[in-house]
């Protein structure tokens, strides 16, 4: 599995040095003066006031990523004992392209999986409702969960970041059933989109399985305590233009990581460019347990 952090698994005492490293967050602008003299005339020269907007422009959404205070720094855990790492001190390559697909949205409404992984980040993670093995998809709703929440309280994030919980069992999970689910996300004012999602079809949902190379297959004993399928925990962060950027497993899905990962493309966003805080509504769900 790509991981843009190894040493957080393979060498943790090289976490201290990460986290000193200067990042966006902690670039103060240095005010309406160029660092360096400019030659006579630029200054006054269409490309040199157009380069003063665009680094302004970077500087103001710096300024006010900083002062969104982003809550990377939760608690630890007995899985995950160690230090994340700052946002915006390491990168995050492009794996592949998401897929596209047909879903359908918890009120029925056929909608192109790549119209709900465009314009923003967005966090997908595949789950089943039946599912009740402790470190899967309970535990992959759960940390879209604390996103949802964290977002409450961060204008930015929930303007920016989408999540998506897609079922992989549309024989059970029809819209109707995934409407419960919304329906309980979605009286929680002031938060991020929270899509739950569903297909028509097995054979609607097989090519996106395959093409996330997300594994599921049946139990020989489909009254098994922890559910009827078997499968992978597979959670995609994707950046606004439709990238994978990164893919967790039930060994490195942390909250902090994934928070992390998330303010790194927001930072990494052109200020000319803003992602597209319009084009898809944000849902209007309950207020944290």
Known sequence: MFCPYPSLFDKLARIKSIQTRSSVSSWRPAGRRFPLPLPAGLARSKACRKLMSL????????VALKAEAFPTELPRTGDYDYDAPAPGTYRLPVVKAAADGAVLDSEGRTLRLQELTRGRITVLSFIYTRCASAKACPYATGVLNQLHRLSQNHPLLAKNMRLLS??????????ERMAAYAA?????????????LTTRSQSDLRPILDAYDQAV??????ADATGPLNHTLRVFVIDPAGNIRNIYSSGTLDVRLVLADVKTLLMALPPASPPDRSSIGAAQIPKAD
């Open 55 to 62: 680094t302004l422009a970077a500087a103001g959404f710096c």
């Open 166 to 175: 897609l079922s992989f069992d549309p024989d059970h999970d029809t819209p």
């Open 184 to 196: 309980w996300a979605g009286g929680r004012t002031n938060a991020a989109e929270w899509r739950f």
């Open 217 to 222: 297959d049946r139990k020989q004993n489909p």
